[in-house]
């Protein structure tokens, strides 16, 4: 078989984590130093699954305005374009500016080049940031960050999962707005979490890859109206 070739690293900010970049043929991997495969090209059924039902919720809609936290190899945003108007707006964070790099250069093809649409914008940063600066400015808001409430590579995403932070979601949530949360596995306390802060909670469960491969979970918190 190939063997993997290595591309490029990358640090994850204030964490000591590394992000190496693979590629074997037209397959590509990112992994955490140390700690093994975070994201396949090949595998992103879940993925796709966290933006195609996100934006089913959204039905109805005019000219929504999402906010993705976390890039990753583009499949989610790729997804998200495919069900949304002409006139939508998507803004997508990502913390490791390499990730956008290799999505704007080698991995962009595995997604079909979902950075050069139109109507993206990209923050370069703490999707945190991102929702602590705006109230009742989204239509939803998908988070597929780290690996979900148990995160693989920094600590400061906690924060995410938290009340505090889930409280801020919900007040950058319009009315009847969508936070949608992607998790390797399930999470009975962050469930709760979801519940208290007021959220309608739907929870599924997902295959990596074409009904195969490990289940993940989607929740889907609708904020009320």
Not at 9 to 19: M, S
Not at 51 to 78: D, S, Y
Not at 80 to 97: F, I, N, S, T, Y
């Amino acid at each position: 078989m190939r063997p993997w070739e290595l591309l490029d690293t990358a640090p994850v900010p204030g964490e000591g984590v590394e992000l190496r970049l693979y590629r074997r043929g037209d397959e590509f991997a990112i992994n955490i130093a140390g700690r093994g495969e975070l994201m396949n090209s090949r595998v992103h059924g879940s993925e796709d699954a966290l933006a195609e039902q996100t934006c089913a919720r959204l039905k109805g809609c005019v000219n929504p305005r999402l906010l993705i936290g976390g890039l990753g190899m583009g499949f989610t945003l790729a997804a998200a374009l495919r069900h949304v108007g002409d006139q939508a707006q998507v803004v997508v964070a990502e913390l490791v500016p390499a990730v956008v790099t290799w999505n704007r250069g080698p991995l962009g093809e595995c997604a079909g080049h979902p950075l050069l649409d139109s109507r993206v914008t990209v923050h370069e940063g703490d999707v945190a940031r991102v929702i602590k600066g705006g109230q009742q400015i989204y239509d939803a808001i998908l988070l597929d960050v780290d690996n979900g409430p148990e995160g693989l590579t920094r600590t400061e995403n906690d924060w995410l999962y938290n009340f505090s932070g889930l409280s801020a979601a919900c007040a950058a949530l319009r009315p009847g707005g969508v936070l949608a949360v992607w998790s390797a596995g399930p999470d009975r306390d962050f469930v709760e979490r979801l519940r208290k802060v007021g959220f309608d909670v739907d929870e599924i469960r997902v295959r990596a890859h074409g009904g195969k491969g490990a289940r993940h979970v989607i929740w889907f918190a609708r904020r009320g109206g």
